[in-house]
């Protein structure tokens, strides 16, 4: 009788133990969820036309926030003129001199010309709107690719800040289209930008 007292002590201990053993990993898996979210990795949704095609409304992305500067051609989120989360496209980063348009109707950068049919929305001109900034240190030049259908750098322009967006704004550069699943895509900057010195 003793024996088997003791045995069930025993088993009754190791149902506590492994109970208390899936608490803490659950709490400690839920702690570094959050922790990644928080100064990792984040899931933004697309709420506009403005990145089309690229991005479509609904779609989700994840975005690394320890990217580094951000660079032409890449897509950051970051906070906005109207100080919500926006998703758009760097022209141009501090030092460029970005200008629309040459007389094939194409954006340049100090110079260069983009070839920007690989992500520009069909049919879509780069720019409607002229324009040729020069971006100060620290700050960054940004556009939607549909052109037509994004209020970016260009619409603010005349406001305070002359449409740059700060460096210190960046929450993220977009690394993956993850939904839907049917579209899940790998993004990487555009050849086009490595041209431009």
């Known amino acids: ?30 702690g ?4 990644l979210q928080a ?6 949704y697309i709420p506009s036309e403005s990145m089309e095609n690229t991005l479509q409304v609904n779609d989700r992305v994840f975005v690394n926030k320890l990217s580094g500067d951000p660079e032409r ?49 069909p049919d879509d ?3 409607g709107d002229k324009f040729d900034v020069t971006v100060p240190a620290g ?3 940004l556009m939607g690719d549909h052109r037509s259908a994004s209020f ?6 005349k ?9 210190d704004d960046v929450i993220g550069k977009a690394v993956v289209r993850y939904w839907p699943l049917s579209r899940g895509y790998l993004f990487s900057r555009p050849e086009t930008f490595d041209k431009v010195k």
Not at 6 to 25: I, S
Not at 152 to 157: L, N, Q
Not at 159 to 167: R, V, Y
């Open 1 to 30: 009788m003793t024996f088997t007292k003791k045995a069930e002590g025993v088993a009754k201990e190791k149902k506590k133990g492994g109970f208390r053993e899936t608490v803490l990993l659950l709490v400690l898996g839920v």
């Open 32 to 35: 570094i969820a959050l922790l």
């Open 39 to 44: 100064f990792v990795i984040g899931s933004f």
């Open 73 to 121: 051609g890449d897509i950051i989120v970051f906070k906005g003129w109207d100080g919500e989360d926006t998703i758009k496209r760097v022209i141009g980063v501090g030092g460029d001199k970005v200008v629309c348009c040459d007389k094939q109707r194409r954006i340049t950068v100090n110079g260069t010309p983009l070839d920007e049919e690989s992500y520009l929305y």
């Open 125 to 127: 001109y780069p720019s």
């Open 139 to 141: 700050k960054l030049w």
């Open 152 to 157: 970016d750098s260009r619409g603010h322009a």
């Open 159 to 167: 406001e305070p800040g002359g449409g740059f967006i700060s460096e």
